[in-house]
T-cell receptor, first 110, second 113 residues
């Protein structure tokens, strides 16, 4: 998975609990992305980063925030998890047009 | 909003047969890419075709792009059981400081040994 790790790989949490997912890369790529994948929707972009401390919203950003304090780490935070945020979350990195995906995090919000 | 839409949603073929998947999109693009996802794994980039290209090959993969019809197809020749996966097209545009990929919902390919 091209030098990308995601942690945790699986998480079960309760509604209203804050959750942080971590994406770590060893490729020194400038761009990092967070997607969610749901049945019937494919992959949808949540947030992305085009440099340290430079982030922007994607298609489905409501309820999520991100931070990137160093090149290798991109954090996705669910401030107060809801059941609709149950999903598989993928981090991706890219130096240009092609993206390389991490193994994913399965999140279940009860 | 979903830019690419794959067709069919699911495809089942015998090993050795060819598999064709189609992708339609709505707006102009810089390029179009195809990705594969094995069950429980992340997506893997297969091939990129630029808006000024009509056809591209990579091993057993052949991709075509028709910008006038806003459509692309992915052909996998001489399929193998290991090709069993979901295949996604992604349209690519530059915007807001980054390349933006918009994925379709995917075609689930099953290759029967």
């Amino acid at each position: 998975d091209a030098g990308i790790t995601q942690s945790p790989r699986h998480k079960v949490t309760e509604t209203g609990t804050p959750v942080t997912l971590r994406c770590h890369q060893t490729e020194n790529h400038r761009y990092m992305y967070w997607y969610r994948q749901d049945p019937g929707h494919g992959l949808r972009l949540i947030h992305y980063s085009y440099g340290v401390k430079d982030t922007d919203k994607g298609e489905v950003s409501d309820g999520y925030s991100v931070s990137r304090s160093k090149t290798e780490d991109f954090l996705l935070t669910l401030e107060s998890a809801t059941s609709s945020q149950t999903s598989v979350y993928f981090c991706a990195i890219g130096g240009g047009e092609t993206q390389y995906f991490g193994p994913g995090t399965r999140l279940l919000v009860l | 909003s979903q830019q690419g839409e794959e067709d069919p949603q699911a495809l089942s073929i015998q090993e050795g047969e060819n598999a064709t998947m189609n992708c339609s999109y709505k707006t102009s693009i810089n390029n179009l890419q195809w990705y594969r996802q094995n069950s429980g794994r992340g997506l893997v980039h297969l091939i990129l075709i630029r808006s000024n290209e009509r056809e591209k090959h990579s091993g057993r993969l052949r991709v075509t792009l028709d910008t006038s019809k806003k459509s692309s197809s992915l052909l996998i020749t001489a399929s193998r059981a290991a090709d069993t996966a979901s295949y996604f097209c992604a349209t690519v545009n530059w915007g807001a400081g980054s390349y933006q990929l918009t994925f379709g919902k995917g075609t689930k390919l099953s290759v029967i040994p």
